[in-house]
């Protein structure tokens, strides 16, 4: 097959250490006790509607948004609440969960029906519903609820892009969801056309995928309304400007969104999860997790209940043959490093990595930079990586900001590229943090 990659500028290649690529993905039993997290998504988070000592079907409702956006979190498991708790996460907020008692009996709530209307028959804001109930966020990582990007995308996204980038070293999640339920993902991608009313999508994935791509291409067969486009491996493809810049040659202006040239973009996960709601009637309650790292024993890909902790998902991969010496939930560029292993995964956690001495390097407190420009030809936003370091690291946030500081999307690709060892990225967080606090930061009446 002759194909040419679509790419965007900038950018850089990645060691991929894929090596759970070939491993299918494996149901992971659901633990005696599930604790679910009810900061799901994007924005306020949920409040429960449940009880403790009260008795809950899988699939059924707990958690409804504390304010008119969001959509709810429902029961992994069977069972009785144990309690509503709360657990602290990386930034110190104390998160409310609801912990059940799994009873393994599975009992699925008797709301969980099928849709009863064909696909012709339905109308987009019946579609945006059946999305809403289902809790569905984007799986990729950015947990923004999707029926809020379809309400969005109306009117204004010509194209949908399915995103089967999956950019990230170590994850093969989306991978694996390609080949071993390809139709889910194209059916869920006709299920989210009709909602927005558009008629073209385009399922965007890397040349290093090309039995996915062959999967696909063979389930699409014949359909004008879904083509395969293939990117260049390059990070940061997935992300979603650069993602409409290979597709569409169509830049997205800072501060703007896909919608603002005529787009929306869904991750591969979430397209699936959409055809499970409309289908069966399927609330989100799992995620495909790749767990893998030099220190677990054996790296997989997971299928994993909503609210198992990172504990059990490491005990299922056999636990640890090394000294763990950093834990990141979602990948080594963008992920975040955790702290507490009995942290419950969400619905945007999408791998667990687990590293030994061996795979961290130390921090060079003695870094310098030795002006070689690398950063700002790698950076995807066009930015000038260098020059945010060190005006952050000299608290001129003023400077960031005028050099765009906001614009940046963390992806890391300037750290990654620096032979100073400059922390770059670092540098850039606490100047994006110093900026938001002066925005929110009430004025000093006093000093009137
Ligand atoms: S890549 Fe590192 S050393 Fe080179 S200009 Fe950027 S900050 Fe300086
Ligand atoms: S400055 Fe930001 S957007 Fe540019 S490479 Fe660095 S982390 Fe990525």
Redo the contacts with the bound molecule.
């Keep these: 097959m002759i194909f040419l990659a679509l790419t965007f500028k900038g950018g850089t290649h990645l060691k991929q250490y894929k090596n759970t690529k070939k491993f299918p993905i494996e149901k992971m039993t659901p633990p005696s006790e599930i604790s679910i997290s009810m900061s799901q998504h994007i924005g306020a988070p949920c409040v429960p509607t449940v009880n403790v000592g009260d008795y809950v079907f899988q699939g059924q409702i707990i958690g409804e948004p504390a304010e008119n956006s969001g959509c709810p979190i429902h029961a992994s498991v069977s069972g009785k609440i144990k309690a509503i708790t709360s657990y602290k996460d990386m930034q110190g907020r104390h998160i409310q969960t609801v912990v059940i008692e799994n009873d393994g009996k599975y009992e699925l709530s008797p709301n969980i029906i099928p849709t009863a209307k064909k696909l012709t028959e339905v109308t987009s804001e019946e579609i945006i519903e059946i999305v809403r109930r289902a809790g569905i966020l984007g799986m990729g990582g950015a947990a923004f609820p999707t029926y809020a990007k379809i309400q969005s995308a109306i009117g204004k996204a010509e194209k949908l892009i399915v995103n089967c980038a999956e950019c990230e070293p170590f994850i093969t999640a989306d991978h694996r969801l390609m080949l071993e339920r390809p139709l889910e993902i194209i059916n869920g991608t006709k299920i989210l056309l009709k909602a927005i009313g558009s008629r073209k999508a385009y399922i965007a994935i890397e040349d290093n995928k090309m039995d996915a791509v062959e999967k696909l291409e063979e389930k699409i067969g014949k359909s004008q309304m879904i083509k395969m486009k293939i990117l260049r491996s390059k990070y940061p493809q997935g992300d979603e400007r650069q993602l409409v810049y290979a597709i569409t040659k169509k830049e997205i202006p800072s501060g703007k969104l896909p919608t603002d040239v005529g787009c929306v973009v869904f991750n591969a996960e979430t397209c699936a999860a959409v055809f499970r709601a409309f289908v069966y009637g399927m609330p989100s309650i799992e995620k495909i997790v790749t767990v893998s790292g030099d220190a677990v024993t054996t790296p997989k890909n997971v299928l994993a209940p909503i609210g198992a902790s990172y504990r059990d998902l490491i005990s299922f991969c056999d636990g640890l043959k090394k000294d763990p010496r950093k834990l990141i939930c979602g990948g080594p560029m963008m992920g975040t490093a955790q702290s507490d292993l009995d942290a419950p995964i969400t619905k945007g956690t999408s791998a667990l990595l687990v590293f030994s001495d061996e795979m961290c390097h130390e921090e060079d407190e003695n ?10 030809n ?1 950076c995807p936003m066009r930015l000038m ?2 020059y945010l ?2 005006f952050s690291r000299n608290g001129r946030y003023e400077d960031c900001e005028k050099y765009d500081v906001m614009s940046c999307v963390e992806c890391g690709t ?2 990654y ?6 922390p ?1 990225v670092q540098h850039i967080r606490s100047a994006k943090e110093a900026l938001r606090k002066k925005a929110t930061s009430l004025p000093d009446l006093d000093k009137k």
Excluded: E
């Design positions: 870094y310098t930079c030795i002006r070689c420009g690398r950063c700002v790698t990586p260098n370091a060190q300037c750290s590229s620096c032979p100073g060892h400059v770059i």
